[in-house]
């Protein structure tokens, strides 16, 4: 079976490999002994199955979003006294 | 002669750092410079966009320190602590005399608060530090949307910028509105926030814009077997629509552009002037 990093990187470098269809994808994939989880990823769209291949290791920005501009929002007013409520602590 | 110098005489290693771009798809975009840099530096440290990302990351370096864990749980820790943290564990190792690489996803200045922030510091001490672009979520939108911003302009915002502040809006441009899927999180600890606060997003929006405009959410792919997902509602649908916080929303033009029939006069005087003291010149 030929690393999965290995073929990612190769798919992600050739062009006809990069905009390949799915199927057709998948019949190279299969020509170059890749894994059945890499296949099934092509196959259905998700990459999923590369991740749990590969260890289940998740640093990704659906569980973390991206660093964000830092924006400071002025603080909220205070709520106003109630009726009744002096507005001297 | 001996010249062999011992360790004292050896100057102190000075520190450096170096800011990457790794791109957002995993082997295709990463430049050959960022990549000499990575493979160069003594120590990487990563803030990436996917977990198998990063594992292809280590295999260009064996010291490739993940910046994720600094994120806590995501429930209770604000983002910007996390950030001053990742600015802090970078200086250390560059204040130690090491060549630091961070690499970041996208473009390492776009949307990044430390790369901006370890850069700033490291220069403000006296090391080198430098930043090296990538490509970005803003150029992949670009190609697989297919919008020019030189066609009629193009305004981008992170999308709470426009809740927490007033902020004029030009309808006859592209509005490009990021991390939607997070809007008005004023705790600045969440990753995600619900329908009733992208229903307030979109009572600022319908100010400027019909609430049955067309609204684009964009994901762009990060990994070379995957393809971007373009999804195309209204406004008015936008609070009910799931969206993630790698998701981008993207509003065309809701006018068309008004030519200035006066500044055009004048420029039109500036060409014939000219024209004239042109012949007048060659005239003699």
Redesign the interface.
């Known amino acids: 079976m030929t690393n999965t990093?290995d073929l990612?990187?190769s798919?992600?470098?050739d062009a006809s490999?990069?905009h390949a269809p799915a199927h057709d994808?998948e019949q190279m994939l299969d020509a170059m002994h890749a894994s059945d989880a890499?296949k099934q990823?092509?196959r259905t769209?998700d990459?999923v199955h590369?991740?749990i291949e590969?260890g289940g290791?998740?640093?990704?920005?659906?569980?973390?979003?991206?660093?964000?501009?830092?924006?400071m929002?002025p603080p909220?007013p205070p709520p106003p006294p109630s009726p009744g409520e002096s507005i001297i602590s | 002669m001996d010249t062999a110098q011992t360790e004292t005489d050896m100057p102190n290693p000075r520190g450096s750092i170096a800011c990457v771009g790794l791109g957002m798809v995993l082997g295709s975009h990463l430049s050959p410079l960022s990549r000499s840099h990575i493979e160069q530096a003594d120590v990487v440290f990563a803030a990436l966009s996917d977990g198998i990302v990063e594992l292809w990351l280590e295999r260009m370096h064996p010291d490739v320190r993940s910046l994720q864990s600094y994120y806590g749980d995501g429930t209770d820790k604000p983002r910007i602590d996390t950030y001053r943290e990742w600015v802090e564990v970078m200086m250390t190792e560059v204040r130690a005399g090491k060549k630091v690489c961070a690499v970041f996803y996208g473009h390492p200045g776009v949307f990044a608060w430390s790369p901006h922030e370890v850069i700033r510091v490291a220069r403000e001490e006296g090391f080198a530090a430098h930043m090296e672009p990538g490509i970005s979520a803003e150029d992949c939108l670009y190609a697989d949307v297919g919008i020019d911003p030189g066609r009629c302009g193009c305004q981008h915002y992170e999308a709470t910028q426009l809740l927490f502040y007033k902020t004029p809006l030009n309808p006859q441009a592209y509005l490009v509105l990021w991390q939607v899927g997070l809007v008005g999180d004023l705790s600045m600890k969440r990753f995600s926030t619900g329908p009733e606060y992208r229903q307030v997003l979109v009572d600022v929006l319908s100010h400027d814009y019909p609430l049955d405009h067309e609204a684009i959410i964009y994901r762009g792919a990060t990994l070379p077997i995957q393809q971007p997902r373009i999804r195309r509602t209204t406004l008015r649908e936008l609070p009910d629509t799931d969206i993630s916080s790698e998701e981008t929303v993207v509003l065309p033009p809701t006018q068309s552009l008004t030519s200035n029939d006066e500044i055009l006069r004048r420029l039109t005087e500036i060409d014939r002037a000219q024209i004239t003291s042109a012949n007048t010149n060659g005239g003699i």
């Open positions: 990093i990612l990187e798919i992600a470098t490999l990069r994808l890499l990823a092509v769209g990459a590369v991740k590969l290791k998740d640093g990704s920005v659906n569980q973390n979003p991206p660093p964000s501009n830092i924006h929002p909220p």
